[in-house]
């Protein structure tokens, strides 16, 4: 999943590859999609950090991770939801 998106993040930066405003809205909700998953799963990882008595700076920095992660998932829907207004404005 890592390298599909860095990948994607090349052909984003490309120039001479054409976009719609509806496909970058696309992909900006993808990521968003993506970013809350990693934070659903990253705060598994805390719990289980924490039942294998792992509580302290390691599962306080996870249980961080996912607090950030969620953050940057809702900031990134916010993104397309702007996306999508600009894009029905300009219709």
């Known amino acids: 999943m890592g390298e599909a ?3 994607l993040g090349d052909r984003l930066r490309d120039p001479a590859v054409p976009h719609t405003v ?5 992909v900006v909700r ?11 799963g990253v705060g598994g990882v805390t719990e289980w950090l924490r039942a294998a008595g792992h ?3 390691l599962s306080g920095y996870a249980s961080v991770m996912t607090e950030r992660l969620s953050h940057i998932g809702k900031e990134l ?8 207004q600009a ?3 300009a219709s």
């Open 87 to 89: 894009q029905k404005r």
């Open 55 to 57: 509580a302290g700076p």
């Open 5 to 7: 998106t860095s990948a």
């Open 22 to 26: 509806e496909e970058i809205e696309k």
């Open 77 to 84: 829907a916010r993104l397309a939801e702007a996306i999508e």
């Open 30 to 40: 993808g990521f968003s999609m993506t970013v809350e998953g990693m934070a659903t």
